[in-house]
């Protein structure tokens, strides 16, 4: 069996190279927006894109899992809204921690770890669950954070904008646009498939080592920032696994599905939450030290699964 740690260490090796080449001064301040940006206008969209435009939808039609893993990501994404909206948040920054406490880094570690504990069955489930999170979770999280933004004060004014903005973001634009490849039953050229593969699989490890670029800035912690922290991890590692295990059962999930749902539920927070954060400018603290924290203690929590499932 594949041991979580190397599966996390490549995660830790770019977060690491971000924050030396900030603290030694090879990239300057201005590196993270800027990195960031390459994420958000080209690299993402690229994979976004890609995972859409290669969806055969007759192949990943498993409404049981669906159920599972799409309810348990909905509910702790709108009960940490509901809990934070309660404490006086904006919007914006409530959507942000939906993502923080509900956004599962199923790019990044599920695919390795789920084909190693799980074998090739949970591959099919794995997508399902990764369109789920990057692509449905993301875009309700973006289509809050616009309203949030937004101060129009008459109603048709303020949709109409808020339509504008969204027509305009790369992150709901690219997938959309890569679900008419199959729909039309086209298929996307080769070159044009390379340029997808090569700038989508940047994605990833430059959000990660910009990750490492906004950690290495000084910067005062507030025992807020902390008590947020911990509610966010708590609920990303402990409280989604238990919702889709819960909900595995209420379904009856075969095995593999079950167990595929649940362990994809308990990984720590991707990347995405961060990149929205600075993309929109807004406080992007605890976000990163949601997805470092709380990949920390994955270690522990998802071995501990593992062990616990056989």
């Known amino acids: ?53 290669h969806t055969r939808w007759a192949d990943l039609w498993q409404p049981g899992f669906i159920a599972v893993f799409g309810l348990s990501s909905a509910a702790v994404f709108v009960l940490t809204i509901a ?24 790019g990044f570690l599920g695919f390795p770890l789920a084909l190693a504990v799980l074998g090739t069955d949970s591959l099919v489930p794995t997508t399902i669950a990764s369109i789920i999170t990057v692509c449905v979770v993301f875009a309700v999280a973006i289509v809050l954070i616009e309203v949030g933004l937004q101060t129009e004060a008459r109603r048709a004014h303020l949709v109409a904008k808020i339509l504008k903005s969204l027509a305009r973001n790369p992150l709901l634009v690219a997938p959309a646009l890569g679900a008419l490849v199959p729909l039309f039953g086209l298929a996307v050229p080769a070159p044009a498939e390379a340029f997808l593969k090569l700038l989508g699989g940047a994605s990833s490890p430059c959000a990660l080592v910009a990750l490492g670029l906004f ?30 295990w819960g909900l595995a059962v209420l379904f009856r999930l075969p095995p593999v599905l079950a167990h595929t749902a649940v362990l994809l539920a308990a990984l720590p927070t991707g990347t995405g939450p961060f990149m929205l954060a600075e993309f929109y400018r807004r406080e992007a603290a605890v976000t990163a030290k949601v997805i470092l924290v709380s990949t920390v203690v994955s270690l522990a929590t998802v071995s501990g699964y593992l062990a616990v499932a056989g």
């Open 215 to 244: 950690l290495a800035e000084k910067r005062g912690a507030g025992e807020r920032d902390g008590a947020a922290t911990t509610l966010l991890v708590v609920f990303k590692l402990a409280l989604q696994p238990a919702v889709a």
């Open 1 to 53: 069996m594949l041991s979580p740690f190397l599966v996390v260490l490549p995660i830790f090796a770019l977060i690491f190279a971000g924050w030396l080449a900030r603290r030694t001064g090879v990239l300057g301040p201005n590196a993270t927006t800027e990195l960031n940006r390459f994420v958000v206008w080209l690299a993402l969209p690229a994979l976004l894109f890609d995972i859409m435009a």
């Open 83 to 106: 809990i934070r909206l309660r404490g006086a948040r904006h919007l914006a920054d409530a959507a942000i921690d939906g993502l923080n406490a509900g956004y599962a880094n199923t």
